[in-house]
């Protein structure tokens, strides 16, 4: 089975005509090389502080430069507007990276910045990872400032809420054949783990959200990670951007 036939990838254009001269509603910020084009209406003055200074995904950023292989399949779930994705396409090549994005809205942005960026041949798969068992789908918690979107309930308010596709975790790694898997998803995290990871995965960078569920949820996903024969990286880690690497037999 091909792999978009299996995920549903969003289908575009082979050739996509990008402007110089950008909409009024929209916002060009350039980090690390990367141009990244993003609609005001998503974007709330934190969020552009930290996108106009450049630290947007910088520690996600510098854990994969430390580890990243030309020969790593890079999946990344939570991709945003497509920085990291961007980022691991220049290492690895187009071909070898899986962006998924849960917020419908956010899709054809992220398709656009790689497309910008040279690297349009990312595969882009719209939908939310899910436990195994969920339904076919998930709700989605869309807010304003787009990183903090998430099939976390336990969210700040003001949010809207969507129906997106579930994906497992499990299907998404099989399918993309990863080798390295980033994650930003705003505590949904949590429980990702409890099911055993598949032998090609090495490497692991997920961002911890402990505001959501405290020092055991913390406690859950190390014990996931651990049980699946990863152990903590101390290079690359920092903060609640952690690193799990796969133990030598």
């Known amino acids: 089975m091909r792999f978009c036939d299996a995920l549903n990838c969003q289908r575009f254009p082979e050739e996509v005509t990008l402007s110089d001269d950008l909409p009024d509603d929209q916002t060009l910020y350039q980090i690390d090389g990367v141009d990244l084009v993003v609609p005001r209406a998503m974007v709330t003055p934190p969020l552009a502080e ?3 200074t450049g630290r947007y995904e910088h520690l ?3 854990a994969m430069s430390k580890s990243l292989r030309r020969e790593d399949r890079v999946l990344e779930i939570g991709a945003g507007v497509g920085f990291l994705a961007i980022l691991a396409a220049r290492i690895v090549g187009q071909g070898a990276v899986t962006a ?3 917020n419908p809205d956010l899709v054809p942005v992220l398709h656009g910045n790689l497309t910008r960026n040279g690297v349009g041949g990312a ?3 719209h939908g939310a990872v899910s436990p195994p068992g969920s339904p076919e789908t998930i709700a989605f918690f869309a807010r304003r400032a787009f990183w903090a979107g998430s099939t976390d309930e336990r969210g700040k308010g003001g949010e809207t809420k969507i129906d997106v596709p579930a994906w497992t975790l499990a299907d998404l790694l099989d399918v993309s054949e990863a080798t390295f898997l980033v994650m ?3 505590g949904a995290e949590e429980h990702l783990f409890d099911a055993p990871l598949p032998e090609h995965l090495r490497r692991i960078i997920v961002e911890l959200h402990p505001n959501r569920y405290g020092s055991a949820g913390v ?3 190390f014990q996931g990670a651990l049980g699946s024969g990863f152990a903590y990286a101390p290079d690359g880690s920092r ?3 952690v690193v799990f690497e796969r133990v030598d037999p």
């Open 184 to 186: 930003d998803i705003e």
């Open 219 to 221: 406690a859950r996903v």
């Open 60 to 62: 996600e950023a510098r």
């Open 50 to 52: 930290v996108l106009s």
């Open 100 to 102: 998924v994005e849960a």
């Open 239 to 241: 903060g609640k951007v």
């Open 123 to 125: 595969r882009v798969v």
